[in-house]
């Protein structure tokens, strides 16, 4: 995380990508899920409808 | 199949700007501020948490307390201020504060004629509770007009299966925004090329992964599964001959839950990612290993962890300021 620092400190352009990235994506669906949820006192609107199945080589 | 993804990630953020929600650390949710024995006796402690300075203690029974580490009359930071189990008294005017609560009870400055309110005064304070060895801080959104309009959940705690336990712990300081630390967490891909060794895993050990995924309060878990075949932890607990099975969930805020059954034995281990400022964040791993010799599983498994986060080199990159823990630290309770 250290070593990844020293990169983020120069604004790159990032990506995330699928399917190994997918879950990273639906933390940041979450975040704003739950922030517009308190801004409209709407009950929150969850990022995954169902189960899915995601597919990686590690 | 590659897709570019969200506009949404974060790769810096802007210096300067005061707490808010623009910083991209959420509000109304409990955080490990410290660990429970960093308080002891009438000593005060400091943390951050979310940009917001914090003076941590203990009152005269052993319940923490949190304020916001800065007196209300001038800004001087309570933490250099003297504490009787009670009070907090602020070291420059000498003024008083209800460690629990925060409201002012003395202004040794005012005349015998004075109409000023001083029970109108307060110094920001914050709930405590604590679990697992952490004073946890529950931190209200500051751009709450009102109170909370939900009721406060309970401070997360980690499932106890059994009497007979060990905990173990494990931190680092990482030097970036709190979602780097987050998405880190739940990054599969990363293992190979960080987490090698001879007897585990490299990138010649790489092979397809299918995993199941399901929506949860807050978050969203990996379902109950049995483990991949070139996972560490799992190899080592193969000796027993039992089944193996584990679940995975993230939740919002911060946190990965990860609950391990092999025969009789539960392995549950909890890690967050705590904001910090913008620019630094704090992981904690926290375990609970129960009715299982696994001693040297964890003692592996944490060495993996440390491999993760490099020590220091002598080359500096040009940083300036003091240089955040990233050296991990252990202990077990």
Redesign the interface.
């Given at each position: 995380m250290e070593k990844q620092a020293l990169g983020l400190a120069h604004s790159p352009n990032l990506m995330l990508i699928d399917d190994a990235d997918r879950p990273a994506k639906w933390y940041f669906q979450l975040k704003a899920a739950h922030l517009e949820s308190k801004r409209t006192g709407a009950p929150m609107r969850h990022p995954l409808d169902g189960p899915v199945t995601l597919r990686w080589r590690s | 199949?590659?897709?570019?993804?969200?506009p949404?990630?974060q790769?810096?953020v802007s210096p300067g700007s005061s707490a808010s929600?623009d910083s991209?650390m959420?509000w109304?949710f409990w955080y490990p501020a410290v660990r429970s024995r960093q308080i002891r006796g009438r000593a005060l402690s400091t943390a951050m948490l979310l940009e917001v300075p914090l003076v941590l203690g203990r009152d005269a029974q052993g319940r923490a307390f949190a304020l916001r580490d800065s007196c209300p009359h001038r800004g001087m930071p309570l933490s250099f201020g003297h504490f009787d189990g009670i009070t907090l008294e602020c070291c420059y005017h000498g003024w008083q504060f209800d460690a629990h609560t925060g409201r002012c009870t003395a202004i040794p400055s005012l005349s015998g004629d004075s109409r000023l309110r001083v029970e109108r005064i307060f110094a920001g304070h914050f709930p405590c509770e604590e679990r697992d060895g952490y004073v946890w801080v529950y931190m209200p959104?500051p751009a709450a007009r009102s109170g909370p309009?939900e009721p406060m959940p309970p401070a997360p705690q980690l499932p106890t299966f059994s009497e007979r336990y060990r905990l173990t712990h494990l931190w680092?300081e990482?030097?970036?925004?709190v979602?780097?630390?987050?998405?880190?967490l739940?990054?599969?891909?990363h293992?190979?090329f960080v987490h090698q060794s001879w007897w585990w895993r490299s990138r010649h050990s790489?092979?397809?992964?299918?995993?199941?995924?399901?929506?949860i309060a807050?978050?969203?878990r990996m379902?109950a599964h049995a483990p991949s075949a070139n996972s560490a932890p799992y190899k080592l607990l193969r000796i027993y001959g039992q089944p193996i099975n584990t679940t995975i969930d993230?939740a919002?805020p911060n946190m990965r839950f990860e609950q391990i059954r092999c025969g009789p034995y539960w392995f549950s281990s909890r890690a967050t990612v705590t904001p910090i400022r913008r620019d630094l964040c704090r992981i904690d791993f926290r375990r609970r290993v129960e009715h299982l010799p696994l001693g040297a599983v964890c003692g592996v498994d944490l060495s993996r962890l440390r491999a993760?986060?490099?020590a220091?080199g002598p080359a500096d990159?040009g940083?300036a300021g003091p240089r955040p823990r990233?050296q991990p630290q252990s202990d077990a309770d």
């Open positions: - | 199949m590659s897709e570019v993804a969200t949404s990630l790769s810096s929600t991209g959420l109304d959104d309009t680092a990482l030097p970036c925004h979602d780097h630390g987050i998405i880190g739940m990054d599969p891909a293992g190979p790489i092979r397809e992964k299918e995993k199941k995924f399901e929506p807050n978050g969203f379902s993230f919002l993760q986060i490099p220091p990159h940083k990233t």
